[in-house]
């Protein structure tokens, strides 16, 4: 058979264009922002990872502009050998102390982080107790590791208990429980305070990503372990650069010893070019800001709220509930993949961006619009965005 053939076979997506539904591959003409151009068109953006609206921040701009003077565009070579400058150590140092772990190390992407953690750290003989509903980086770090992988429940402590107690009976192997600290589909928060408990009884090892939830959660917006007051008790705390930190790449922070351990075994690390100057000092600078700027993590905290409740007000939208009211993604359900793809278009069209999700990200027929908010939206935009959510579902009922 050609290999090519599943190439010729896969009709899905050109159908859908065909409708004038399909939701991917929107073109920007103007950078990430609350409010941005595309295609063509003025748009309120509910859809993006810029928690505290600093792409658009001009200190971190000019962070990367002097890098790229100084530094040049690339590193040309893996960190591994000629790729480390100053700027990486100096973040590595910087986030260590944000995330008051012994040590870090930088990734040149967020999806590349976990694969390079999980893979070097999980090795043959040892367990894997992954949530169901973890990140797919986390999933193709399970499969990369030559560790048994067992997947828990979604936020199940019973389930995860049970798997535990299988691990446990060998004593040679050794245990990791990866999490999602905040779900990115979802917008819950893993049981960590429950997760810290059960890893201290059974043994096991901490990996929690907070991909997004610095700069969300916390009194400083640390994360996760710091709104459990659980810093000391997590092993290792995964972040990328492309959400809070206005930038590309990822790190990973932990003790001095599973970092050197990583540093020297993780071959997508190894063998990946190390992330450019620009995007370290963008990060760099972005985590300043954050650092010394905490009212940015309680606006977004409010706007979460705000919108939570705004959206629960109207009449035909149906909310996924996460249970807290402090993380800025909230899920509307659609159900059906096409009913999904054509409520975004309407609101598209009437000028508010919103991320359609599909399986595998969500389980079959429960597909989603997920929305997102940045600590930078008005209030003004916040409920421009509201009414025209509201009209376009309340149009939609009437038509059905």
């Known amino acids: 058979m050609d290999l090519f053939q599943k190439c010729r076979e896969f009709t899905r997506a050109r159908e859908v264009m065909e409708l004038g539904i399909y939701p991917f591959f929107h073109t920007l003409t103007t950078g990430q922002d609350t409010v941005v151009t595309m295609e063509g068109h003025r748009t309120i953006m509910l859809g993006s990872n810029n928690y505290l609206g600093l792409t658009a921040d001009p200190r971190v701009k000019a962070a990367a502009i002097k890098a790229v003077e100084k530094y040049g565009t690339g590193c040309s070579g893996s960190r591994f050998l000629n790729g480390t400058l100053d700027l990486h150590i100096e973040l590595e140092e910087a986030l ?3 995330l008051q772990k012994e040590d870090a190390l930088v990734f040149s992407t967020g999806f590349q982080s976990n694969l390079s953690i999980i893979s070097s750290i999980a090795c043959r003989g040892d ?5 169901t509903m973890n990140h797919a980086s986390i999933v193709d770090g399970t499969r990369l590791s030559f560790a048994k ?7 199940d402590m019973d389930d995860l208990e049970r798997l ?3 691990c446990a009976a060998d004593e040679k192997a050794g245990i990791l429980i990866v999490t999602d600290g905040v779900f990115s589909m979802e917008g819950e928060i893993c049981n960590l305070p429950a997760i810290v408990r059960l890893a201290r009884q059974y043994g096991a090892r901490i990996l929690v990503d907070d991909a997004h939830a610095i700069g969300v959660l916390g009194e400083k917006g640390r994360g996760t372990a710091e709104y459990y007051g659980l810093t000391d008790e997590v092993d290792l705390i995964m972040n990328t650069f492309s959400k809070t930190l206005a930038s590309l790449g990822g790190c990973v922070a932990g003790s001095a010893n599973a970092i050197h351990y990583i540093k020297h075994n993780a ?9 450019p100057p620009a995007q370290i000092a963008a990060a760099r600078e972005a985590l300043r800001i954050l650092d010394t700027e905490p009212w940015r993590v309680k606006r977004l905290n409010a706007i979460a709220c705000h919108m939570k409740h705004g959206l629960q007000a109207l009449e035909h939208v149906t909310i996924h509930d996460s249970g807290n009211e402090l993380v800025p993604i ?3 359900m ?13 609101l598209l069209d009437r000028g508010v961006y919103v991320n359609p999700v ?3 990200a969500v389980p079959q027929d429960s597909c989603l619009l997920r929305t997102s908010y940045t600590a930078t939206h008005t209030d003004d935009q916040l409920n421009e965005a509201l009414a025209i959510i509201g009209d376009v579902y309340a149009e939609m009922a009437a038509q059905a």
């Open 334 to 346: 659609t159900g059906t993949d096409i009913q999904t793809m054509v409520t975004a278009k309407k």
């Open 127 to 131: 367990y894997i107790l992954s949530d």
């Open 149 to 155: 992988t067992l997947k828990f429940k979604h936020n």
């Open 330 to 332: 909230i899920p509307i």
């Open 267 to 275: 071959r997508p690390f190894i063998f990946s070019a190390s992330i």
């Open 358 to 360: 599909f399986p595998p």
């Open 164 to 166: 535990l107690s299988h």
């Open 96 to 98: 260590a102390r944000f």
